[in-house]
């Protein structure tokens, strides 16, 4: 056997086994489903041809295609039953192969590019390597055709796509160079997909770890989850092979991985503020994608950074809180303006805008109702990891945390159709951290709507400090703060009325001229109020929401683990500087403009823009 022939049966046989030991049930994030079996096929028009009687291949829906339910049953059910059955069954072989033999004489197409040419193909091949040898002579050849339209060898528009989208069609054409014995494609789509692993440009991995798609827009969660799992396969099946990346590639991954999306999960999920549009979809912030992208990256002989990777996913896979070691507890993002806190079993996430980046986006009938998640201003917390886990369909998008907004209907917040594409239209934005303190601020304007907000995380704890809020429009509607909203737990308050408990948090407020707010409602609503395409089946749950209406022009409070005080005094509000004490003397402090700060007989003066961390 040449070398080239040696290279591609060992990769073909990595990739097949993932395959069969369930990567693509993690791939589409579904547990088992006792309900999928091969009964269910009913015999189609076509000779030797089985259907779901139950799907609507005739659905046209551009996002959750109706259509696609088919092979993404086949390919649960082959995961739940394994090779051994298949291989034992005839019938069970039939039917399954019957399927597959379906999907290729009626070749379903959706008026949306992506599952034509990535979507369809990615799963298919899937199939086609997992059922190779046991496929007749006219089933491989339909299935090489159905790829070829998903792959470099015929498609010389791939390889100038960026980010996700790019590792997907390069993925697609690499399982075609498996089934079709191509060792140049194979090289070609190894090197194509190293060539992607860089930092700085407008999509993919930035250099501080966080990841961009749909141009300089922040996905860490979304795109950044499939581009984390399909390169980390490629990474295992490729390695000890002359088509393996470069130490230096992959040490650019481990970065997205280990210094990016690490810090922005909690307990096996995802700040919900970096999944993107995404949040509209069920199960959206749950992070097991990126779980089993990590255990490919370990099964990596001599692989950098081992040790991180290992507890990484060992931390994980028992639901622990991310690692507390040096930087990973507090980490400014400066290109996507985020700040994450992972200290004393607590995470906190806060997202602000930054200029020449866009936020949230309305894209394939998702994400109508998120003009809130435009602009900055956005807090995550979580103790548990599920606080924000389905919330979609119940949610009130007027109330967004951390934002200061008005408490728009749904009808109001859909008619907005002109803000995915609108970057800060200021530049008055910036961070940053010391040890496992941080500072984040922004000056949000939106709406005829502007104020000058600042965020000091520290100990697990977040203060919150907004002033200078100015309304254009008050004709409008009366402004509202949110401090959170998200799935009901108990809720009880403090004696004096100033702090709320719920959950595994506290709320306080800190301004004494402002009054908290706080309350437990029972919601209906379903996923399509904010994905078109969903079904319009009900949904109803009880949400959390705490929040302060805007009777000033400040604001000030704060969000510690339950019971625990605020652990800081505000000693400045103003539109010049917001700055806190905390309970050890630390001043944590950001300064608007060039100003003078004296707090205890202490003095620091400070430039505009410039954040200050100092301890007693």
């Known amino acids: 056997m040449t070398q080239d022939m040696q290279v591609l ?9 993932l395959l069969w030991q369930g990567c693509v049930r993690e791939y589409i994030n579904i547990g088992y489903d006792d309900s999928l079996t091969t009964e269910r096929l009913v015999p189609g028009e076509e000779p030797g041809t089985y259907y779901w009687s139950d ?22 059910m082959l995961c739940q039953d394994g090779r051994e059955r298949i291989e ?23 008026p949306n590019w992506w599952h034509n040419d990535i979507g369809t193909p990615n799963h298919m091949t899937a199939l086609g390597l997992m059922l190779w040898d046991l496929m007749p ?30 590792i997907w069609g390069v993925s697609n054409s690499l399982r075609h160079a498996l089934m079709t014995d191509d060792m140049e494609l194979l090289y070609a789509a190894a090197k194509r997909a190293e060539d992607e692993i860089y930092a700085g440009h407008t999509e993919g991995i930035q250099e501080d770890g966080s990841f961009c798609q749909h141009g300089p827009r922040w996905y860490s969660g979304g795109y950044g989850s499939n581009f984390t799992f399909d390169l980390s396969q490629l990474a295992y099946v490729l390695s000890g092979t002359p088509c393996a990346f470069s130490e230096e590639k992959i040490n650019i991954l481990l970065t997205h991985v280990l210094d990016g999306q690490h810090n922005m999960m909690h307990h096996g999920y995802f700040d919900y503020n970096g999944v993107g549009r995404e949040f509209t979809r069920r199960r959206a912030v749950h992070s097991r994608i990126i779980h089993f992208g990590v255990d490919l990256l370990c099964r990596i002989e001599g692989i950098a950074r081992r040790d991180e990777l290992i507890a990484f996913r060992d931390d994980n896979a028992r639901g622990a809180v991310v690692c507390e070691q040096g930087n990973r507890a507090t980490r400014h993002y400066p290109k996507v303006s985020y700040l994450a806190h992972n200290l004393n079993g607590t995470h906190i996430g806060v997202k602000c805008h930054a200029p020449g980046q866009y936020d949230m986006e309305v894209c394939n009938a998702e994400g109508h109702l998120c003009y809130n998640m435009s602009y900055g201003t956005r807090t995550c917390f979580m103790r548990r990891g599920d606080e924000y886990l389905d919330v979609n369909p119940i949610y009130d998008f007027a109330h967004m945390p951390g934002t200061t907004a008005r408490l728009e209907t749904d009808d109001q917040l859909k008619v907005r159709m002109d803000w995915w594409c609108v970057p800060l239209p200021n530049d008055h934005t910036g961070g940053m951290t010391r040890g496992d303190r941080g500072i984040i601020f922004e000056r949000p304007e939106h709406d005829g709507i502007t104020a000058i907000v600042s965020f000091f995380a520290f100990d697990g704890k977040l203060v919150a400090l907004g002033t200078d809020i100015r309304d254009e429009a008050p004709e409008k509607g009366a402004l509202t703060t949110t401090l959170d909203q998200c799935r009901a737990r108990e809720m009880q308050w403090s004696e004096d009325g100033q702090s709320v408990h719920h959950g595994e948090f506290t709320y306080h407020n800190l301004d004494e001229n402002t009054h908290l707010c706080a309350e437990i409602t029972h919601r209906t609503g379903s996923w399509k109020r904010n994905s078109y395409e969903e079904p319009l089946t009900r949904e109803e749950g009880d949400l959390f929401c705490a929040y302060i209406p805007a009777e000033q022009d400040s604001y ?22 917001q700055a806190i004490l905390l309970d050890d003397g630390t001043l944590m ?25 100092l301890e007693a």
């Open 9 to 17: 049966a060992l990769v073909k046989e990595r990739y097949t086994q």
């Open 55 to 76: 799907i609507d291949y005739a659905d046209m829906s551009r996002s959750c295609w109706g259509s696609a339910d088919h092979y993404n049953r086949v390919l649960r």
């Open 88 to 110: 034992s069954d005839a019938d069970y072989r039939e039917r399954v192969l019957g399927s597959i033999r379906y999907w290729l004489v009626k070749d379903p197409i959706n």
């Open 137 to 166: 002579e006219d089933m491989r050849e339909g299935m090489a055709a159905l790829a070829a339209r998903g792959s470099m060898k015929t498609r010389t528009d791939i390889p100038k796509w960026t980010g996700a989208n790019l």
């Open 556 to 577: 000030a409070y704060a969000v510690t683990p339950r019971g625990e005080g605020a652990g800081a005094r505000v000693v400045s509000n103003t539109s010049a500087c």
């Open 589 to 613: 402090a950001v300064f608007h403009e060039e100003s003078t700060l004296t707090v205890d007989g202490r003095t620091v003066t400070g430039s505009a823009k410039e954040c200050v961390i």
